[in-house]
């Protein structure tokens, strides 16, 4: 007869078994080492939409940005107790970006953009090596990521464990990570805010995770960064950044599974807070439908709001009583939703997947007052992955 135990297990491995739709959580199952080598590869496309004629300053619809990404990844044991992951990614990006939000106004009183034009052209590529080890109550990881494009470069490396609690329904968690960051912006059409500049990033999380039933458990996180040195974005307009940022999240999640259904529940909110002013809340609802043996279905959609920057201003000539100043949109005030489906198809050794998901914002939406920036953008991604595993 099984134990309590073998069934929490049982359970376990469907509640994560869709490792594909949020990987965060496979750390949960992560005490022994693959037993077998793991390859795989993934395309992906992300496109923002057009910016309409009528929010842009000369009244020309603007196309923004399109990227492609190719990742390859590897996964294999070394021996009993060690594992070794190699992660290598290339990005394609070109298209255009908001330059700075002008003063003049239409009838209607709406400000208008100024896009940098279609001059953006920029490859990346980015290695990650992590090694781990697994012993009797848990495990400990090193990760190594290098990244270079053509305007920026980073090196960075990251520590992380885990721990069983004896009777295995509690896992404590922990990573601390580190990255020194190099920026050389390219010269186009309109001048850069610097020539050359660094920045610093420091980084800790703790979490715990606890099995609440045979079929549910529950995680929390508590993360603090800290980021030092040119954090301007330097192909704004007279964009100028504090050279520091604090910041700190909280985490909790949730996890189902209806055995009647053959399907898990995942529920999921963060809520970050800075000492630039800004705050979000993230709620993320996700339905994992097994479909026969071979097949997972999974439908999600996620709210984001957040509060806007204390030296945020629409308008680039707003009067501003901050040594500080970004028009940015990305640090205005606004609400979004993102919707989506992923798939996945187990056929023997191998395993295919699919996703699509819409992003969409508006000030509206948004928990959190404020004019709303007229540069808010709205995304397709959608990608598809091929992976063989060696049995």
């Known amino acids: 007869m099984p134990s309590r135990k073998d069934d929490l297990n049982k359970t376990l491995v469907a509640l994560t078994s869709s490792a594909f739709l949020l990987p965060a959580y496979q750390s949960a199952m992560a005490d022994a080492p693959p037993e077998f080598t ?18 842009t300053i000369n009244g020309v619809r603007s196309e923004r940005m399109d990227i492609d990404v190719a ?28 330059w700075f939000v002008g003063e003049i106004r239409d009838g209607d009183g709406d400000p208008k953009v100024v896009m940098s034009g279609a001059s953006i052209e920029d490859t990346r590529t980015e290695v990650s090596v992590t090694t781990r080890y697994y012993f009797d109550s848990g495990t400990a990881g090193v990760n190594y990521t290098y990244s270079d494009e053509d305007d920026y470069e980073s090196k960075s490396v990251s520590l992380d464990g885990s721990l069983n609690s ?44 606890r099995i609440i039933s045979k079929r549910a ?46 399907a898990a529940l995942h529920v999921d909110y963060r809520y970050f807070d800075d000492d630039w002013d800004i705050a979000s809340q993230t709620l993320d609802v996700a339905w994992i439908q097994n479909v026969g043996q071979d097949i997972t279905v999974a439908p999600f959609i996620r ?39 992923r798939v996945n198809y187990e056929i023997g050794n191998w395993s295919v997947n699919a996703d ?24 397709w991604r959608y990608g598809v992955g091929l992976s063989y595993a060696f049995r």
């Open 38 to 55: 793991e390859i795989g590869m993934r395309y992906s496309k992300y496109k923002e939409d057009d910016l309409s004629a009528k929010k």
């Open 71 to 98: 990742q390859f990844h590897l996964l294999a044991p070394v021996s009993d107790d060690w594992s070794v992951a190699l992660d290598v990614g290339w990005e394609d990006m070109s298209g255009a970006s908001p």
């Open 166 to 209: 004896e009777d295995g329904l509690t896992t404590y968690s922990g990573s601390l990570s580190a990255s020194d960051d190099d920026i050389t912006p390219t010269q186009g059409t309109y001048p850069t805010n610097t020539l050359s500049a660094t920045k610093d990033i420091r980084s800790a999380w703790i979490g715990v995770s």
């Open 217 to 262: 458990l529950v995680r929390f996180g508590l993360s603090y960064t800290y980021r030092d040195g040119y954090l301007t974005d330097p192909y704004k307009y007279k964009d100028n950044r504090p050279d520091e940022r604090k910041e700190w999240t909280a985490s909790a999640g949730y996890r189902h599974f209806f055995a009647e259904q053959n």
């Open 303 to 341: 709210y984001y709001t957040q509060d806007r920057a204390k030296f945020f201003s629409v308008v680039i000539n707003d009067d501003n009583d901050s040594d500080y100043f970004s028009d940015d949109y990305r640090l205005s005030s606004f609400g979004a939703f993102s919707y989506g489906l």
């Open 356 to 379: 699509a998901e819409r992003y969409q914002t508006d000030e509206s939406w948004g928990l959190y007052s404020g004019e709303e920036a007229p540069a808010l953008v709205d995304t």
